[in-house]
């Protein structure tokens, strides 16, 4: 079946569906590169009340990507404020997740670009975005116009994995309008 997506605001009562992708994305993304242990230690329980705090707390901007079908979630982002400053970038994607039978189809980009627009209009102009070293789509961001700025070592569970802050240095080009998605 094809499904027409379609981008909104985020809102609390997506939490669920929120969390449920971001833990499917990390079990089926890093299953083999990060341990078991960690991987099975996430829980949508922990994950919507993180995203809770961060949503409510009023800074951040959440979009999800949803089918005009069955309103289904299929996907998320979330950024605002950059949380540990670099020098330079005022902004931070938090995160993007999509289901991975809806990746490759341009949802993940129209969803950078709707929180790219949102970072423009409050006055962001530039952010940035940790992503792991060993992620297989990093090149993704890339592809959106990212360069890699700086790298970082980050404990997840028992692993100890490298992280790569890739960075927008004028958002305005990607902030651009997009076509909508059929």
């Known amino acids: 079946m094809h499904y027409q997506i379609a981008i909104r605001e985020g809102l609390e009562q997506d939490l ?31 994950q919507v009340e993180r995203h809770r705090r961060t949503m409510l707390a009023g800074a951040a901007s959440y979009f999800v990507a949803h089918s005009r079908q069955t309103d289904a979630i299929v996907g998320f982002v979330s950024g605002g404020p950059i949380r540990h400053p670099v020098p330079r970038y005022e902004a931070e994607l938090y995160a993007l997740y999509l289901q991975r039978s809806f990746q490759g189809q341009g949802i993940g980009a129209k969803l950078v670009k709707t929180l790219a627009r949102r970072m423009v209009v409050q006055e962001m102009p530039r952010m940035l975005v940790w992503v ?45 309008p997009v076509p909508e998605l059929s």
Not at 20 to 46: C, I
Not at 141 to 169: C, F, H, Q, S
């Open 132 to 176: 792991l070293a060993i992620n297989p789509n990093r090149a993704f961001y890339e592809r959106l116009g990212a360069r890699p700025l700086t790298t970082n070592m980050l404990k997840l569970g028992p692993d100890e994995v490298e992280e790569i802050a890739y960075v927008w240095d004028d958002l305005s080009r990607l902030a651009a």
């Open 16 to 46: 669920d569906s929120i969390a449920r992708v971001l833990v499917n994305g990390w079990r089926t993304t890093f299953r083999r590169l990060l341990s078991d242990e960690f991987l099975q230690g996430m829980t949508v329980e922990n």
